[in-house]
């Protein structure tokens, strides 16, 4: 197999990796020739390489630092404890006034621009606002905001005054964005008056009322009005304040410096199973990670324009608002990836010369389908680079986007999670992109595979692990005062090292090949296999939207593996397409992983941030009651666990 991207001469010696390497070389006396050795570098002497992170991007702190790597425990590593920053500090230093921080479209085709000077001007009347009512050093505040700028800047604003930030999209139902933004006792909520996907509009105005009510804490409420539905103060129960109000004036940015810690934001996990956990990250671990991200490996920098589809409920929200740190344009959309033509992502990619390009595999899946080819239909020519997270992206998705991209556009394929609000593998414009792999290693990442007796492994499944510490680790756990959650979930199986939940596979040539969670594992006949295998191998069928496929174990020791198939418009499941799906199967997966059963389902449910619900599913199809097997309130079509309830 060869590889389908190759870097060119040209491309190794513009990357902003290669000047960091020389700026590394020339520091400590090394010769690095290549990112394998730099790579190794970063993780034997982390101190070192998070110490040149910090310099070679000019962090500054209003004290002494101290040393960069305190104390390497795991949990409990020490970065920096002399540090006093401020994330929003940093994204506003040094800024051209008039060129767009942020560029804003929606569905209905309206575009807004926000230059840096104005961007900066709206951060500092909010924080202005926020401290008038009250608002300061470690209280929340939180947002419950589609996919909007009003969002970054309330960031932005919180993150300036020491205050901690969390957020949710206006699609999640009351009940769970309760059980994300309430306990965290907000003192300010932002808000909206509703949202548009797909061409339907969602007012919220009720919801919002109901959110309201359970958090008596609040001292302020904005509100932002959008689309159709302007403010209106009398409908909402108690004041409430317009956002033009909120950030009117002219208040100048007076960033409060904060320790290397200081809780920047709460993010959460999906909730399927139980409470979502509040992972809080620290100004200081965000603000090295995503420099180090954003410009070391996706190769960003000012001038560029970076659009990843995403929502305020996912980490790739706060991975995109980044893209501010390196002085790059934000592009933000709010609406359906596919609406009103399969190709809107692509479309707005070349009306907006973006750079780098972020989507999902069932994005690319969905065009491959549709026959889209966006080298042809639209203006790709400012276009580097696609970037595609969430799920596995089969080899035969990367290929197609090698061909219908662009020429010369690498496919960016990372891996990581919201607990690191980041990637521990992913791309670097000096390496091949091999088909179906992840290139690299991330930088400060001491990723490794490991057997069941904490063995390393190579060329074959293995847990996902980290064996040192990473500065955007989480701080802690919300509610969890002797830090027992957070042990317990990464730290039980392997003392000392982080076991993120993945089955990964190292090749020979050190890329990376993900097979989805290890809590869903398919064993058969004693052979693991990760679900996406098997996803990559049924889902690339014509007739086939999605499918799902389950490992159950029964009481009797007996092994159950039934594949749920949605199948596509007109399509009807029969033996003839049953047989291709298990030669698909047996040909691009595993023969010993060939389903007992072929079940036409009306859908797949997913968590709210796209992930296929297989571990409740499980669970629920071994005769777990549904009321506690999940969280209906945490899933996109809560109807469908009633089918599949039946199907146990």
Not at 274 to 289: A, D, F, I
Not at 386 to 406: E, K
Not at 530 to 544: F, K, N, R
Not at 588 to 608: F, K, L
Request: charged letters at 25%; one cysteine or more.
């Amino acid at each position: 197999m060869k590889p389908q991207w190759t870097p060119t001469d040209v491309d190794i010696e513009q990357a902003n990796v290669t000047g960091f390497t020389r700026f590394v070389e020339e520091r400590h006396g090394l010769d690095l020739p290549d990112y394998r050795a730099l790579w190794q570098w970063s993780v034997d002497e982390p101190g070192d390489f998070w110490q040149a992170v910090w310099d070679a991007f000019d962090v500054v702190s209003h004290t002494d630092p101290g040393p960069a790597l305190a104390d390497a425990s795991m949990p409990g590593a020490v970065w920096f404890p002399g540090a006093r920053l401020n994330f929003a500090e940093y994204v506003f230093r040094e800024r051209p006034p008039d060129e767009a921080a942020i560029v804003h479209l929606d569905e209905e085709g309206r575009r807004r621009e926000i230059g840096w000077a104005e961007l900066e001007r709206r951060t500092a009347a909010l924080a202005a606002t926020l401290r008038a009512r009250g608002v300061g050093e470690g209280d929340r505040v939180v947002g419950y905001l589609p996919n909007i700028p009003e969002a970054i800047v309330a960031l932005l604003a919180t993150a300036s005054i020491g205050a901690v930030w969390a957020g949710c999209g206006q699609d999640y139902a009351v009940p769970a964005a309760i059980d994300r933004l309430g306990r965290l006792e907000p003192r300010a909520l932002v808000t909206a008056t509703g949202y548009r996907y797909a061409g339907r509009r969602h007012d919220r105005v009720d919801e919002v009322n109901r959110l309201r009510a359970a958090m008596p804490d609040l001292a302020l409420t904005v509100v932002v009005s959008t689309g159709e539905t302007p403010f209106d103060a009398a409908a909402y129960a108690g004041a409430v304040l317009d956002w033009q109000d909120a950030v009117s004036g002219d208040a100048e940015l007076e960033p409060l410096p904060v320790a290397f810690d200081h809780p920047l934001w709460v993010v959460f996990s999906s909730g399927t199973t139980g409470p979502p956990k509040g992972l809080v990250h620290g100004h200081g671990g965000v603000l090295l990670e995503h420099l180090k991200a954003l410009s070391l490996h996706l190769d960003l920098r000012p001038g560029d324009r970076f659009l990843w589809y995403t929502s305020p409920s996912w980490m790739m929200w706060n991975f995109l608002l980044s893209g501010l740190l390196v002085g790059c344009t934000v592009v933000t959309y709010d609406g359906a990836p596919s609406h009103p033509e399969v190709d809107r992502l692509w479309r707005i990619a070349a009306d907006e010369n973006v750079t780098v390009l972020g989507t999902s595999p069932g994005y690319v899946l969905a065009c491959i389908k549709a026959g889209v080819v966006p080298q042809d239909d639209h203006d790709l020519s400012a276009l580097r680079g696609v970037g595609v997270t969430g799920s596995t992206l089969p080899a035969s998705s990367s290929l197609w986007l090698a061909d219908n991209a662009g020429e010369h556009v690498q496919v960016m394929s990372i891996s990581g999670g919201t607990d690191v609000v980041t990637a521990f593998v992913g791309a670097v414009p000096t390496v091949p992109v091999w088909p179906g792999e992840i290139s690299v290693p991330c930088l400060g990442v001491a990723v490794d595979a490991f057997d069941e007796t904490g063995r390393p492994v190579r060329g074959e499944v293995g847990e996902l692990v980290v064996t040192a510490p990473m500065p955007s680790m989480p701080v802690r756990f919300w509610n969890d005062p002797d830090g027992t959650r957070y042990r317990d979930s990464y730290f039980s199986v392997y003392p000392g090292v982080w076991r993120h939940g993945d089955w990964i596979t190292i090749t020979e040539r050190d890329t990376f090949e993900m097979h989805g969670r290890s809590d869903s594992t398919l064993n058969r006949h004693g052979v693991r296999m990760g679900s996406a295998d098997i996803y990559q191998a049924v889902e690339t069928l014509p007739e086939i939207v999605e499918s799902l496929v389950l490992g159950i174990e029964r009481p009797d020791g007996t092994y159950r593996m039934p594949l749920f198939v949605v199948l596509a418009e007109g399509t009807t499941l029969t033996d003839d397409l049953k047989e291709r799906i298990r030669a698909a199967v047996r040909e691009h997966a595993s023969p010993r992983h060939v389903p007992d059963e072929i079940v036409a389902a009306p859908g797949v449910p997913h968590t709210r941030t796209g992930k296929k619900l297989e571990v409740p599913l499980k669970r629920i199809l071994q005769g777990a009651d549904p009321a506690r097997a999940v969280d209906r309130t945490a899933i996109d079509d809560p109807d469908l666990l009633d089918w599949y309830r039946g199907q146990a």
